[in-house]
């Protein structure tokens, strides 16, 4: 984006354009359920809710880049130019996320939403060799865009992907008793209206002391405006979703919770019961 400020850029391109701006912006060809010329996806790229994009060029230039795995930067590059590229997980969350795994010594992870696979290769390239990440994903054609810099990178052996429906997933892996309690780590960044589905479901997956980082709990700043404040209908469909979830996690007293404004918001949940 050209401006400094994000408040200047995607904060109006969201709440601040007429409806009937809004509503153009988010026609759709029929023909293929996409929005026409992917438009929303490319003024959606912006990663962070930092107020000034300068900032967090910053943090990307000093701390992030520097230290991403060449394949990272491959497959960065390579999402970055589809049109879809809002759904990928940005560099920096990424860097957290490979911690999170090394920091809870984890080698049992399930992934929720997967598209091409950064947040993916992230936790797969922390994972010691033995460790093992199930990939769960309906859309196995944009995970094929990033196999070839997985492979590349040495850890396709380390993860299970799944094309299948989540939700129907999860509920057979609860029907063993031997799968619960069995995950280190549970990222989900996937349909935001079946967030809270997924966490009455992985709460019973993951181990007591164990993790599950939920992605998007900020959306876009949305959660904290008024409902009649002016948004992209994309935005606002999934937004009471997003709220809904993050009550609940506030008063889940099975887990401990800490929101980071990374990215468009994580929310990790420690398992304590």
Same mark, same amino acid.
Request: aromatic residues 8%; glycine residues 6%.
């Given at each position: 984006?050209?401006?400094?400020?994000?408040?200047?850029?995607?904060?109006?391109?969201?709440?601040?354009?007429?409806?009937?701006?809004?509503?153009?912006?988010?026609?759709? #060809?029929?023909?293929? =359920?996409?929005?026409?010329?992917?438009?929303?996806?490319?003024?959606?790229?912006?990663?962070? $809710?930092?107020?000034?994009?300068?900032?967090? @060029?910053?943090? $990307? +230039?000093?701390?992030?880049?520097?230290?991403?795995?060449?394949?990272?930067?491959? $497959?960065?590059?390579?999402?970055? @130019?589809?049109?879809? =590229?809002?759904?990928?997980?940005?560099?920096?969350?990424?860097?957290?996320?490979?911690?999170?795994?090394?920091?809870? #010594?984890?080698? #049992?992870?399930?992934?929720?939403?997967?598209?091409? !696979?950064?947040?993916?290769?992230?936790?797969?390239?922390?994972?010691?060799?033995? !460790?093992?990440?199930?990939?769960?994903?309906?859309?196995? *054609?944009?995970?094929?865009? !990033?196999?070839?810099?997985?492979?590349?990178?040495?850890?396709?052996?380390?993860?299970?992907?799944?094309?299948?429906?989540? $939700?129907?997933?999860?509920?057979?892996?609860?029907?063993?008793?031997?799968?619960?309690? &069995?995950? +280190?780590?549970?990222?989900?960044?996937?349909?935001?209206? #079946?967030?809270?589905?997924?966490?009455?479901?992985?709460?019973?997956?993951?181990?007591?002391?164990?993790?599950?980082?939920?992605?998007? &709990?900020?959306?876009?700043?949305?959660?904290?405006?008024?409902?009649?404040?002016?948004?992209?209908?994309?935005?606002? !469909?999934?937004? +009471?979703?997003?709220?809904?979830?993050? @009550?609940?996690?506030?008063?889940?007293?099975?887990? *401990?919770? /800490?929101?980071?404004?990374?990215?468009?918001?994580? &929310?990790? /949940?420690?398992?304590?019961?």
């Amino acid at each position: 984006m050209d401006s400094e400020l994000y408040s200047s850029s995607l904060i109006e391109l969201l709440f601040s354009k007429s409806k009937k701006k809004l509503a153009q912006e988010m026609a759709v #060809n029929h023909e293929d =359920n996409k929005p026409v010329g992917h438009k929303l996806y490319s003024e959606l790229a912006h990663k962070s $809710l930092l107020r000034s994009d300068a900032l967090y @060029k910053y943090v $990307l +230039d000093t701390s992030v880049f520097p230290r991403e795995h060449p394949c990272l930067k491959e $497959l960065r590059e390579m999402t970055d @130019k589809h049109p879809r =590229n809002v759904m990928s997980t940005p560099a920096d969350e990424g860097q957290l996320i490979s911690m999170l795994v090394k920091l809870i #010594n984890a080698k #049992n992870t399930m992934e929720i939403g997967v598209y091409t !696979g950064y947040s993916l290769l992230s936790t797969a390239l922390a994972l010691p060799s033995d !460790g093992k990440v199930l990939a769960l994903d309906i859309n196995r *054609e944009y995970y094929e865009l !990033g196999l070839p810099m997985i492979e590349k990178a040495g850890v396709a052996h380390k993860i299970d992907f799944r094309e299948v429906s989540a $939700l129907s997933f999860l509920d057979q892996l609860l029907q063993d008793e031997n799968n619960k309690e &069995t995950f +280190d780590f549970v990222f989900v960044d996937a349909d935001k209206d #079946n967030y809270l589905n997924y966490h009455k479901r992985v709460i019973d997956l993951v181990k007591v002391g164990g993790l599950i980082g939920y992605d998007n &709990t900020l959306w876009t700043g949305s959660v904290a405006l008024p409902p009649d404040a002016p948004m992209l209908e994309f935005i606002r !469909g999934y937004r +009471d979703y997003v709220i809904e979830l993050n @009550k609940y996690l506030a008063q889940d007293s099975r887990v *401990e919770i /800490c929101q980071l404004t990374v990215g468009d918001g994580i &929310t990790l /949940c420690r398992r304590i019961s």
